[in-house]
Structure formats: C-alpha cells, structure tokens
C-alpha cells in the first residue's frame, strides 16, 4: 500500500467512525483513533508498520497545526480574563500529575527517561470530551467557566513540560551524553527559548504584512507557509517544532486577532480531514501483542495521573480562594485526555527512535499506554465531568 492510499482510507473511515461514535455520545477523535486502531498492524493489518513508518510528513504538519491552534488561545486579554485563581490551578493541576506520575512510573520500571516523558504527556487535558459534556447539560456557573478555561491553555503547559521533560530524558537514555548541569537546565532552556524566539519572530513578520493582506484566502496561504516554514527551520535548528508553533499562533492571535478570525471559517472547512487522517494513523500504531507488558503500568499511569489532576486543581483552588464549588469539583472535570496527548506520543517516537532499541521501547511503551488508557479516560472522564456538574447545580439538564 502506498501513502497516499493509507492517508485516503484514513480520512474515509476515520471519518465515518468518528460519526458513529458521536451517535453514542462520544467524542469524534475518540472515533477517528479507534478506527486506527481496528485497521492498523494488530487487527485488521490495512495499515503495516511500513506504510506508517513513511508518514511522518502528515503528522508534522498535523502537529504543526495543533500547536498553532493552541497558541491562538493564549492571547493577552484571554489570559488577564481568567484571573489569578484560574492561572493558579491549571499549573498546579498539570504539574500535579507530572509529579505524581513521574513517582509511580519511576517506582515501577526503575527509569527516569520513561518517568519524565510519560509524567509529561500526563499532564495534557483534552477539551473536546470535556466541552461535549458541559453543552449537553448546558451547564453554566464558577465551575464551568474555569473549566473551559483550563481546557483551553493546559495544552500549553504539557508543550512546555514536555520540552523541558524530553530535553532531559535524552541525557539518561543516551549512552553518549554524560550527566552535566549544562546537559540537564542549559541545554533544554536553549531549546524552548529559541523556539520561542523563532515563532514570535515569524509571527511579528506575518502580523507586520497583515495590514496589506485583505484577502482571507490569502491569509490563509501565508499562515500555512508559515507553520511549514516554522516546522523547518525548528527541526534545523534542533528546537521544538511544538513550541515554536505555538509561538506563532499566539503572537499572530496577539497582534493580528483580526485577520486570524476571518480566516477561521477557511481554517475549519480545510483542516478536519489534516486532523482525522493523523489521529486515525496515531491509532493504527496500538500493538496488541504490548498489552499484556504494559497493562499494569497503563493503570498505574491512570490512577496517577487522576490523583495528580484533583489533587494538584484542589489544592490550587484552595490557596488561590477560588469558589466552594470549583475547590470541591474542578479536579473530577479533567480526566479525558486523547488529544494532544496522542500528539506528543507521536512526537515521542520522533525524538527518541533515534536512540536505539530503549528509545524505540519507549516510544512504543508511550503511544500504547495512550492509546490503552484512551477507553478509560473517554468513557469515565466524561461521566465524572457530568456528575460534577450536577452535584455543583450547574447542569441545567440531567441528559
């Protein structure tokens, strides 16, 4: 099978599935990843190891994409909205699960490299499980407005943790890399701050030259040569691709809103069948035959990261006098996770495959504890954030 046929069939049937399973409540993505996960190498084998070895420029691109769409969330005047206590707990909420799952994962492999990526991809929420629920109850209130704002930038927290986190992973998982403080600190800030850098720097250019753009469609253009040239120079330069574009689309949203939000219609109708084709493809690397290796590590990993995320929102709406309701309920709201956590799976197997049979291992390891724990946190993840809207009194409707 060649690429482009596996990228069509991807779209096709991840899409259908992702109707199907909105018939039954559950999120889209969900869909598109479980039907990745019949037709990949484990089940039905449309999709081999080779065909997906050779699209790594789809998921880059995919990559690239999300990251941008992350950043447009963090513009300034979002940011002073949310407040103090807000901004308190989702850092609290990500790094409670970044901590908590760093201790059990390092208590039960014994691997600090494998502790640090996965407390990382942890630390990731997803919104649109999350988003379903609060619409079909038409919740409103304190507890539902700082959950849709947590959903909305703790992705940008997992990018940054991850970058640090990763940075630092290579050095104990590399035979070649001694142990040095440069290795551990200097090192992963150089990555994240000329990443930073390079996306702002882009981003001001395209701001700059918006005011002579009126087209839309020509926006569009010049924002998609952007991300792709944002993606080359990142690689070039050894930063993080994720972050850099995150970086544009948060200084583009900061100094260009306007341009940005006409071309949205443009961007929803052009990039879904990008986002079904990559997460249809992530889910086609699940590897059945892993399970039985990694069931007790995948539930270990859940039952942390759970107690990390309520454990670390409670305690930041506690010291941060956030609403009786939001202290009680926000932590129970943030369990779904599929997203950009699958995302930086995938960016998991880019960056460490180059390491040898540990870094192929983790690789594996992480993409298939996701796509393991993917049943859980989609199916119980939405019932809590239900149940703790109506126990709050913020759902409207029992549906």
């Given amino acids: 099978m060649n690429v482009l046929l596996a990228i069509g069939i991807a779209a096709i049937v991840g899409f259908i599935g992702g109707k199907l399973f909105n018939r039954v409540k559950i999120p889209a993505v969900t869909g598109w990843v479980v039907m990745g996960v019949v037709l990949g190498g484990s089940v039905l084998g449309v999709f081999p190891e080779e065909v997906l070895s050779r699209v790594g420029i789809l998921f880059d691109l995919a990559l690239g994409f999300i990251a941008f769409n992350i950043g447009e969330e963090l513009t300034l005047s979002r940011l002073r909205r949310l407040g103090k206590s807000i901004i308190t707990i989702v850092i609290l909420e990500a790094f409670g699960a970044f901590i908590v799952v760093n201790l059990v994962v390092l208590g039960l492999t014994h691997k600090i490299y494998e502790a640090l990526v996965l407390g990382a991809v942890s630390s990731a929420t997803a919104p649109a499980a999350t988003v379903m629920v609060l619409q079909e109850v038409r919740a409103k209130g304190d507890l539902t407005t700082t959950i849709l704002s947590?959903?909305?930038?703790?992705?940008?927290?997992?990018?940054?943790?991850?970058?640090f986190a990763s940075a630092i992973a290579k050095v104990f998982i590399s035979s070649n890399v001694s142990f040095s403080i440069f290795s551990t600190?200097?090192?992963?800030?150089?990555?994240?701050?000329?990443?930073?850098?390079?996306?702002?720097?882009?981003?001001?250019?395209?701001?700059?030259?918006?005011?002579?753009?009126?087209?839309?469609?020509?926006?569009?253009?010049?924002?998609?040569?952007?991300?792709?040239?944002?993606?080359?120079?990142?690689?070039w330069f050894g930063f993080s691709d994720l972050l850099a574009n995150m970086s544009l689309g948060m200084t583009i949203a900061n100094l260009s809103p306007r341009p940005l939000r006409r071309i949205?219609?443009?961007?929803?109708?052009?990039?879904?069948?990008?986002?079904?084709?990559f997460f249809c493809l992530a889910g086609a690397h699940l590897n059945i035959r892993l399970l039985p290796q990694i069931g007790l590590l995948g539930l270990?990993?859940?039952?942390a990261r759970m107690t990390g995320k309520v454990a670390g929102a409670s305690f930041g709406a506690r010291i941060s006098n956030a609403p009786k309701v939001v202290q009680k309920f926000v932590g129970f709201s943030l369990f779904p996770q599929v997203g950009?956590?699958?995302?930086?799976?995938?960016?998991?197997?880019?960056?460490?495959?180059?390491?040898g049979r540990p870094g192929k291992t983790l690789?594996?390891?992480?993409?298939?504890?996701?796509l393991f724990t993917t049943i859980i946190t989609e199916i119980v993840g939405p019932y809590l954030t239900r149940w703790s809207l109506i126990k709050s009194g913020e759902a409207r409707q029992e549906a």
């Fill in 340 to 355: 950009v956590a699958l995302a930086l799976a995938i960016v998991v197997g880019r960056d460490f495959s180059i390491y």
């Fill in 264 to 277: 949205s219609n443009v961007w929803q109708t052009a990039t879904p069948i990008l986002y079904i084709s």
């Fill in 185 to 235: 600190v200097v090192s992963p800030l150089e990555e994240i701050i000329g990443a930073l850098l390079l996306g702002g720097v882009l981003g001001t250019g395209v701001s700059f030259f918006s005011k002579w753009i009126k087209s839309s469609t020509d926006f569009f253009i010049i924002i998609i040569g952007t991300i792709l040239v944002n993606i080359g120079l990142s690689t």
């Fill in 300 to 303: 270990a990993y859940t039952a």
């Fill in 363 to 370: 690789a594996e390891t992480v993409i298939n504890i996701l």
């Fill in 150 to 163: 947590i959903v909305a930038i703790d992705d940008a927290i997992a990018l940054i943790l991850y970058a």
